[in-house]
């Protein structure tokens, strides 16, 4: 039986665009070092704000060490594909004349995939390096890219592999897709929003993941979910509630239109959470609330990581609980 998601190595957390995949990131990131984990956290946008959630002031092509076993790296594939070559190419002088050549400028911009190669490649050299015998990273925490752009990063090796006859980059193609593949190591976690089309967006990307690429599937975690729901009696009072002085009249049909604005997501999160748990097989789910905060924070990666460990455990035991009636 494969670990549980949590001890796995390589986590990689994808989504649509702006569902929260950098803060969900920057959470994973954060209780994975509390449990005494070695973490890398790598942005694949190397402008992103992963960094500066976790403590740092920017981020590097080099591993950053913001916090006690926290370390962020950003990851660009140019650079990636340089440092590559650095290592094919030993010879300082010969590589700056290959770098600084207009082939190679061309080379670059015309060879499809080449750049998400690599920096998958990169990726999968932090996550097999070792130093004195032992893996260098407990955990490493990719915040990927929106869909799109992910699926075409978790592709490129299986594409490479297929498309390279026999030689290096057949054999290099090969040994990432390996590892990617490995339940023993990895698990790509999917944020959403419980709303109509990020519901219908993952369940596209699930298929996408598990059928057509056989990564493995790790949480799939619903973000800003909003729980509070009003009684239609305790909206009602309130709307018809009256108030003497303007001000106070002003707040209260303030409080009003917010509390039915509120019940009125929390009724279309719970409709699409069904959609989402019907349609994720037996992929734990785990939600996290929407923080109402004026600004997002450190603080609030760190509650948003104690929930999420909570969430975890809450599914564990579920499953669990599921497990022991199937066998009674
Ligand atoms: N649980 C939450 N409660 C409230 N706000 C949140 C929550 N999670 C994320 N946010 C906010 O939602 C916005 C989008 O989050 P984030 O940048 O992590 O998304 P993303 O998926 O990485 O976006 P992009 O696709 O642009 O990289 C940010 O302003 C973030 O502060
Ligand atoms: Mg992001």
């Known amino acids: 039986m494969p670990p549980s998601l949590l001890q796995r190595r390589l986590h990689f957390v994808v989504g649509k665009g702006g569902v929260g995949k950098t803060t969900i990131a ?27 959630l ?122 990432i897709t390996g590892l990617l593949r490995d339940r023993q190591t990895t698990a790509v976690h999917i944020v959403t929003l419980a709303e109509e089309t990020p519901v219908t967006e993952t369940l596209e990307t699930r298929t996408q993941l598990v059928e057509a690429l056989g990564l493995p599937l790790g949480f799939v975690i619903a973000n800003r979910v909003h729980r509070r729901r009003f009684s239609p009696a305790v909206l009602e009072r309130l709307h018809a509630t009256t108030a003497s002085p303007a001000a106070e009249r002003a707040l209260l049909a303030c409080v009003a239109e917010r509390a039915t604005e509120e019940s009125g997501w929390a009724s279309i999160n719970e409709a699409h959470l069904g959609r989402l748990r019907a349609g994720i097989g037996s992929a734990p789910l785990v939600e996290l609330p929407f923080l109402f905060v004026e600004e997002f924070d450190r603080s609030c990666v760190e509650q948003l990581a104690r929930l999420l460990e909570a969430g975890v455990a809450a599914d564990s035991r579920g499953a669990a609980r599921g497990r022991e009636r199937g066998s009674s």
């Not at 070559?85 to 190679?104: D, M």
């Not at 130093?131 to 915040?143: H, K, M, N, S, T």
Request: hydrophobic share 45%; charged share 20%; with cysteine.
């Open 54 to 175: 976790l403590g740092g002031s920017g981020v590097g092509y080099v591993p950053t060490e913001v916090a006690p076993g926290l370390h962020v790296l950003g990851l660009d594939g140019r650079a990636a594909l340089e440092e590559y070559l650095g290592l094919i190419i030993p010879v300082k002088r010969l590589l700056a004349t290959v770098f600084s050549s207009k082939l190679y400028q061309y080379f670059v911009a015309a060879a499809p995939g080449l750049k998400e190669l690599m920096t998958v490649g990169k990726i999968w050299y932090e996550a097999t390096r070792e130093e004195a015998g032992r893996p260098c990273w407990d955990a490493i925490v990719v915040d990927a890219p929106a869909t799109g752009h992910s699926l075409q990063y978790l592709r490129m090796p299986q594409a490479a592999r297929e498309a390279f006859g026999a030689g290096l980059v057949q054999r290099e193609a090969t040994k």
């Open 26 to 52: 920057a959470a994973l990131a954060l209780l994975l070092v509390r449990r005494g984990r070695r973490t890398l956290a790598v942005e694949m946008d190397a402008v992103g704000r992963l960094p500066t």
